[in-house]
């Protein structure tokens, strides 16, 4: 597609709920970002893929926050048993390649609401 | 480790006053600079970036100098307008081997009245 797509633009779910972020990456971008935006907060660096090298995890939150990415496309992350701290704006990223990380297209969102 | 602290919102001028919107940095090594915009219901993008000292980085009658002395990135604009309203971030990477993750600042709300 044109841009980064995320999905879904708005997600509700209960405490303890297990929730799936999706984000479809600008084509031929090999390498993929997640952040959080928590209100009155900076952008929270997640985890990040490069091509077919082992993710960076070292922002991770917690054991309940996991990603994948499938053939180098398509990202999932994933929290499991959602706190209402979880809370946030998850916002995914794509640049052409990790030494042009300055040039990063982001998604539009998720915004994750745990009740 | 890596900070960026950035001037608090929100921040409302009215059309073609002068914008200044002050951003200070902490950083190892000799990080690169920049400023990412937000308009409302889009994605963040970049909007101008400096890559060493006394660089300036300008786009859309933005302008940004990187200044090592005092550690800064301050981002001005002479006259804005309406369509400038957005949330304005300011971040930096610094070299690691090819793994340059960016830091965020909290982002400043900017509101431009007629």
């Known amino acids: 597609g044109a841009g980064v797509s995320q999905s879904p633009s708005n997600k509700v779910t209960e405490k303890g709920k297990d929730v799936e972020l999706r984000c479809d990456p600008i084509?031929?971008?090999?390498?993929l970002y997640w952040y959080r935006q928590s209100l009155g907060q900076g952008l929270e660096f997640l985890i990040y893929?490069?091509?077919?090298?082992?993710?960076?995890k070292s922002g991770l939150p917690s054991d309940r926050f996991s990603a994948e990415r499938t053939g180098g496309s398509v990202s999932t992350l994933t929290i499991q048993r959602t706190q209402q701290e979880d809370s946030a704006v998850y916002l995914c990223?794509?640049?052409?390649?990790?030494?042009?990380?300055?040039?990063?297209?982001f998604g539009s969102g998720t915004q994750l609401s745990v009740l | 480790g890596n900070s960026v602290t950035q001037m608090e919102g929100p921040v409302t001028l009215s059309e073609e006053a002068f914008l200044t919107i002050n951003c200070t940095y902490t950083?190892?090594?000799?990080?690169?600079l920049f400023w990412y915009v937000q308009y409302p219901g889009e994605g963040l993008q970049l909007l101008l970036k400096?890559?060493?000292?006394?660089d300036k980085g300008s786009n859309k009658g933005f302008e940004a100098t990187y200044r090592k002395e005092t550690t800064s990135f301050h981002l001005e604009k002479g006259s804005v307008q309406v369509s400038d309203s957005a949330v304005y971030f300011c971040?930096?990477?610094?070299?690691?081997?090819?793994?340059?993750?960016?830091?965020f600042g909290t982002g400043t709300r900017l509101t431009i009245i007629p």
């Open positions: 971040a930096l990477s610094v070299p690691n081997f090819g793994n340059e993750k960016l830091t």
């Open positions: 950083a190892t090594g000799y990080p690169s």
């Open positions: 990223a794509s640049s052409l390649d990790r030494r042009t990380n300055e040039k990063l297209f």
């Open positions: 893929f490069q091509g077919n090298s082992a993710p960076d």
């Open positions: 084509s031929g971008h090999t390498a």
């Open positions: 400096a890559t060493k000292a006394d």
